[in-house]
Structure formats: C-alpha cells, structure tokens
C-alpha cells in the first residue's frame, strides 16, 4: 500500500510535468504569413498581406513563417520608413533561404518586405503589431485557466496501470 501510495504521487509529478511541457508549447504559435498565398507578390496588391495581418494575434514568442522558393523570393526586416518607401538599401536582415522562419522576440512593430526587383512595391510588404505574451507579464493573470488539473494528469494515470513501478525504477 506504500508503495501504491509513492508511485502515484511520482506520477502526479511526472503528469504535472509533462503538462507543462504541453503549455509551454501551446504558448508559441507558428504564423505561416499569408496561410496558403504564403510569401510572394500578392494578385491582390498591398492589401493582401494588411488584411492577413488584421485577422492574427502576434505575441512575443510567436514565429512567422515566410514561405517562399529560394531563390524566387526573399525576406528582409525593415524600419518603418523603408517599408513606407520600399527602401532595401539597408535592412535589418534578409532571408534570402525559404521557407524562413523569424521569431518574434519582442514588443512592438515589425516591417518586413521583399527586397528583389520591384516586389515590395507591387505588394509583397507586411507590418505587424507584437504584444507581451499573456503568460509572461508581470501581472497575475486574471482570468487564468489552469488546465493543469485536466487533460495529461487525467489521460496519463490509467494509461500506466500495470507498468507504472517499471517506469518509475528506471
Ligand atoms: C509552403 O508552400 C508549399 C507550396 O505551396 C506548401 O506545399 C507547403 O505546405 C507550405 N508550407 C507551410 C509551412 O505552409
Ligand atoms: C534608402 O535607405 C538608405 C539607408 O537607410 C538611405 O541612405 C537612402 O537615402 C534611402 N533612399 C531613399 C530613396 O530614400
Ligand atoms: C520553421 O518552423 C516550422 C514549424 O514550426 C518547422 O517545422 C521548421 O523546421 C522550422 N524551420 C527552421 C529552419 O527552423
Ligand atoms: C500598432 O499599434 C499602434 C497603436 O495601436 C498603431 O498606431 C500602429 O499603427 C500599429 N502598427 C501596425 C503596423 O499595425
């Protein structure tokens, strides 16, 4: 009966930890920037990449995914002017190997725009606003969720019926 009794609370920890390892991934989302249009001159014009935009969430933590053909397109963060002026003389730093992934590390707006001919011009640019994650701020979260008490800890136990002191001894 001890031994019952330590082996399940071993594995209360073992689930507390698997699930933080799911939300620490739940929190990071991938942005593939244009869904299926992906990274390009959009037919639509300008407007296309500004309305994509209007439609997501960015958090810090968030990774765009500009997909593109090497070779066919690149991929270069801007200031504010060069995006407004299609300006890449000197951007921050250009992909020029697709698909590229860029992670959103802090607070803010971002400007990326395509640097080859005249592609920024005809449309390939996008701004963006990134906000603090919800999970890292320095407020107490208001209206926190806590899935911790559901889902892994509830999904894991039965599945280890049997050859749960296995598991733990080794
Ligand atoms: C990138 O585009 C290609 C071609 O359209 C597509 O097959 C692929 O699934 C896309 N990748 C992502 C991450 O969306
Ligand atoms: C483009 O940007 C470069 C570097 O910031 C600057 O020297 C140049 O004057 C800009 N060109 C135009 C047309 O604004
Ligand atoms: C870019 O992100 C996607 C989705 O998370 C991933 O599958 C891919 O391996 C990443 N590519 C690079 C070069 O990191
Ligand atoms: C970001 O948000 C600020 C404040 O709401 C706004 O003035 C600015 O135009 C936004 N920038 C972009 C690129 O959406």
């Not at 009794?5 to 689930?15: E, Q, W």
């Not at 002026?85 to 971002?110: H, K, Q």
């Not at 449309?123 to 209206?143: E, W």
Request: charged fraction near 15%; proline fraction near 6%.
């Amino acid at each position: 009966m001890a031994r019952t009794r330590i082996s399940s609370s071993k594995l209360a920890t073992l689930a507390i930890a698997l699930s933080a390892i799911f939300q620490a991934t739940a929190a990071q989302t991938t942005d593939v920037v244009g869904d299926e249009l992906g990274w390009l001159v959009p037919p639509g014009g300008p407007l296309a990449y500004a309305t994509w935009a209007a439609m997501q969430t960015f958090t810090v933590g968030d990774v765009l995914i500009f997909n593109f053909t090497t070779g066919d397109q690149d991929v270069a963060r801007v200031t504010k002017e060069a995006y407004e002026t299609c300006n890449s003389t000197n951007p921050d730093v250009t992909y020029v190997i697709g698909p590229a992934n860029f992670t959103l590390d802090s607070v803010g707006e971002y400007f990326f725009i395509g640097t080859m001919d005249r592609r920024c011009t005809l449309g390939q640019k996008l701004a963006i606003n990134v906000s603090a994650s919800s999970s890292g701020t320095a407020n107490p979260p208001s209206t926190g969720t806590s899935p911790v008490s559901e889902g892994p800890s509830g999904s894991a136990l039965p599945l280890c019926k049997g050859s749960c002191t296995v598991l733990i001894h080794t």
